[in-house]
Structure formats: structure tokens, C-alpha cells
């Protein structure tokens, strides 16, 4: 169980770097190379900045200007991803708390809903996640096979599939994290309706074993026996 959980905690870890990857990288589209009429220079964008490359390595950012400036469906991204790191954070220092080879986190009971509260934030934090990354994702398809939109179209940046890849190792984690706690929860509730059947049967054998051991000695006692025949003896001399 506690192999299990540990295993749980480090997807969760490393899904939650991703996610934190995902979001401050600046490669969630890219210029499609076959539009591009200039093919040494490229142009990347974030949810942060707008990055501009070309072939000999120079590459140069430029934040956006204004948070009301920007289209509705990267704010929700950033939202989106936002909550997912928090999520993702909170999850991390439950497990750490609720895992059972940590000495913290108090008694098997609360240790046990702390670890259920961290799959929780696990498997919200990545979902928070697959959903910005498919949303954006969304965006970026639907510009480019847009017949319509003649502007310079986008492809499906690096950012998105590591965004998706931490979401699915939070989720992973999260749900490892909680099964393991139902295992436990079962193995007390068992354990609570088990019976001690031994005094019982205790006492069942001695009261058996006690009636024998008065009925073994039917004999009387010396005093009887010698008040027995000195009664003998008194009749026979009157006689």
C-alpha cells in the first residue's frame, strides 16, 4: 500500500512540472511552415508573449500588452491552467501529509482523508489542465482548416501535448491515490466487524470439565466411614 501510494505521488509530482511547463512556456502555437512565405523566420506564441525566431537562434518576446486586450479563450486557458498548479500544489503537500510511511497527519483515520483529499486535488488539477490544452487546441484546428481566413495559420504547439501529458499523469495519480483509500477504509470496516470468540468457548470447557471432576470421587470421607463402624460396633455389643 504504501509502494502504491509513493508511485501515486510521483506521477502526481511529475505531472504537476509538466503542467507548470505547459503554462510559462511560450510554445502553444507555432506558424505553419507550409503558409510561411519566408521559411527563416517563424513566429510562437504563449499565453504570456509572442515570440518571434528565426534560423541562426535569435528569438525575441514581447509580453501582451493588456489583460483586456486578449481573446476570451486565452484568459480561459490561463484560468484554466492557474488553477490546475494550485490544484496540483495542494495535492502534493496533502499526499505528503496523508501517505502512510510519512510520520505526519495524526491517526490512520485522518491520515487516510488527507490522502483522498490530495487524489482529488490530483485528478481536478489535471482535468483543469486537458481541458485548456483542448480548448486552445480547439482554437488553433478550427483557424487553420478555416477556408475563410487567409491571416497566417498556426499549428499545434509543444506546449499543448506536454499539457496534456501532465493532466493524464495528475489524473492517474489522483485515481491511484483514492483507490488505495477505499482499500484501507474496507480493511477497518472488516476488521471493526470481527468477533473474539474465545472467552466463550473458555468458559463452555470448564464448566464441562468441572462436573466430571465432582462426580470422580463418590467415596465418603475418612469421618464418615469411622462414624460408620463405631455405630457397627455399639450395636454389636448390646447384642
Known amino acids: 500500500m504504501a509502494g502504491l501510494q509513493i508511485v501515486a505521488f510521483l506521477s502526481?509530482?511529475?505531472?504537476?512540472?509538466?503542467?507548470?511547463?505547459?503554462?510559462?512556456?511560450?510554445?502553444?502555437?507555432?506558424?505553419?511552415?507550409?503558409?510561411?512565405?519566408?521559411?527563416?523566420?517563424?513566429?510562437?506564441?504563449?499565453?504570456?508573449?509572442?515570440?518571434?525566431?528565426n534560423a541562426i537562434g535569435a528569438l525575441h518576446c514581447r509580453p501582451h500588452h493588456t489583460v483586456?486586450?486578449?481573446?476570451?479563450?486565452?484568459?480561459a486557458c490561463r484560468g484554466l491552467m492557474i488553477a490546475a498548479v494550485c490544484l496540483g500544489f495542494f495535492g502534493c503537500?496533502?499526499?505528503?501529509?496523508?501517505?502512510?510511511?510519512?510520520?505526519?497527519?495524526?491517526?490512520?483515520?485522518?491520515?487516510?482523508?488527507?490522502?483522498?483529499?490530495?487524489?482529488?486535488?490530483f485528478v481536478l488539477g489535471g482535468l483543469c489542465s486537458i481541458a485548456a490544452c483542448s480548448l486552445y487546441a480547439h482554437r488553433i484546428t478550427s483557424e487553420f482548416f478555416n477556408p475563410f481566413i487567409i491571416d497566417q495559420k498556426y499549428e499545434l504547439g509543444?506546449?499543448?501535448f506536454i499539457g496534456w501529458a501532465g493532466g493524464i499523469l495528475c489524473i492517474l495519480g489522483g485515481f491511484v491515490l483514492c483507490?488505495?483509500?477505499?482499500?484501507?477504509?474496507?480493511?477497518?470496516?472488516?476488521?471493526?466487524?470481527?468477533?473474539?470468540?474465545?472467552?466463550?468457548?473458555?468458559?463452555?470447557?470448564?464448566?464441562?470439565?468441572?462436573?466430571?471432576?465432582?462426580?470422580?470421587?463418590?467415596r465418603p470421607s475418612a469421618a464418615n466411614s469411622n462414624a460408620s463402624r463405631a455405630q457397627y460396633f455399639d450395636k454389636n455389643a448390646y447384642v
Open 179 to 218: 483507490s488505495s483509500i477505499t482499500e484501507s477504509f474496507s480493511k477497518s470496516h472488516s476488521q471493526a466487524n470481527c468477533v473474539y470468540k474465545g472467552a466463550p468457548s473458555h468458559s463452555h470447557i470448564t464448566s464441562i470439565t468441572r462436573v466430571p471432576a465432582q462426580a470422580a470421587n463418590p
Open 68 to 75: 483586456f486586450g486578449v481573446e476570451d479563450y486565452i484568459q
Open 93 to 121: 503537500v496533502s499526499a505528503l501529509v496523508g501517505m502512510k510511511c510519512t510520520k505526519i497527519g495524526g491517526s490512520d483515520q485522518s491520515k487516510s482523508k488527507t490522502t483522498c483529499f490530495a487524489g482529488i486535488n
Open 158 to 160: 509543444a506546449a499543448l
Open 12 to 53: 502526481g509530482l511529475v505531472g504537476l512540472g509538466a503542467i507548470i511547463g505547459a503554462t510559462v512556456s511560450n510554445e502553444w502555437r507555432a506558424t505553419s511552415r507550409a503558409s510561411s512565405v519566408i521559411t527563416a523566420t517563424w513566429v510562437l506564441q504563449g499565453l504570456w508573449k509572442n515570440c518571434a525566431g
